[in-house]
């Protein structure tokens, strides 16, 4: 026989399944429903880290990589300014000479960068023997250079090879019998095109004018230094027209420090500049 419930039982059952409707928000069978332990959003909050640190970490590596291509692009375009200049001046290098009254007016591109009124001159880029085969200021700056003079952004990152456009490296110091300098295009078909640089990005510790100086005969091993803004790295182009970005290996590769001629950065750079 079905027991007959009484009024107060009734408020009891109801009691119930109000209680079971609290404890139990989701739609699994009853028992099944469970909030999270503390451990259980420790570790859940250890894994969203992990992959925060991940997403960031390929951000950064992105956004490098993308100023690496931008550079590359840039030493491209100017590389082919030098080949259109050289085409429309009998063959002739644009000129590049080390930073004297003859490089005020004559040399490939104006200024010296260690000068505020120079670095972010705009006008001075204007004036590169190379700009109206590039018409863009941006090209002679490399992305990644947030280097600034007198709170305003330097508006050159650029050097070109000393033995390139002069016969500069001909006279003392830095002579060293049987090296050639170029300043015609038939002195370069003497050697394979892709294995001389033309334009490289220096860094902003060196950079005074447009000449990056490489002595042969290692008295000076990165009087010029190159610049480390690409993860060690930095741009090159060569007069072929393409351009890359070489890595620095050595640890004992720095700035400021004293490179010996042995550096293996060192003679990389020595085998792509000139030859005998």
């Known amino acids: ?76 375009e100017l590389i082919l300014a030098a080949q259109l200049y050289a085409a429309d001046n009998d063959s002739k290098l644009a000129e590049n000479h080390q930073f004297t009254s003859n490089q005020a007016t004559n040399s490939w591109v104006l200024g010296n960068v260690k000068k505020s009124s120079d670095a972010t001159n705009i006008v001075l880029l ?66 394979a095109a892709s294995t001389l640089w033309y334009i490289a990005d220096e860094d902003v510790t060196t950079m005074d004018d447009g000449w990056f100086l490489v002595t042969m005969n290692d008295s000076q091993p990165f009087a010029s230094f190159p610049a480390l803004r690409h993860r060690r790295g930095y741009g090159l182009n060569f007069v072929d027209g393409h351009a890359e970005i070489y890595r620095l290996h050595d640890p004992e590769t720095a700035v400021g420090s004293v490179i ?14 000139t030859f005998k």
């Not at 408020?11 to 739609?27: E, L």
């Not at 894994?47 to 690496?68: D, F, G, H, P, R």
């Not at 033995?163 to 050639?180: C, I, K, N, V």
Request: charge should be positive; aromatic fraction near 8%.
């Open 1 to 76: 026989m079905k027991q007959a419930v009484q009024p107060g039982d009734k408020w009891q059952v109801a009691g119930d399944k109000r209680n079971r409707a609290a404890r139990r928000p989701c739609h699994l069978p009853l028992g099944t429903c469970h909030g999270f332990t503390l451990i259980e959003l420790l570790v859940a909050m250890a894994i969203i880290a992990v992959l925060a640190t991940l997403l960031l970490s390929a951000l950064v590596a992105a956004k490098a990589q993308a100023k690496e291509a931008i550079c590359l692009n840039n030493l491209k």
């Open 260 to 273: 010996k001629a042995g550096n293996a950065d060192w003679n990389t750079l020595k085998q792509v500049t």
């Open 126 to 191: 204007g004036q590169s023997k190379l700009f109206p085969y590039a018409l863009n200021e941006n090209l002679f700056h490399c992305p990644a250079d947030d280097s600034q003079s007198a709170g305003t952004p330097r508006v050159r990152s650029y050097s070109m090879n000393s033995w390139m456009g002069s016969r500069d490296m001909e006279a003392a110091p830095f002579f060293l019998t049987g090296y050639r300098t170029f300043v015609k295009d038939s002195e370069l078909t003497i050697a």
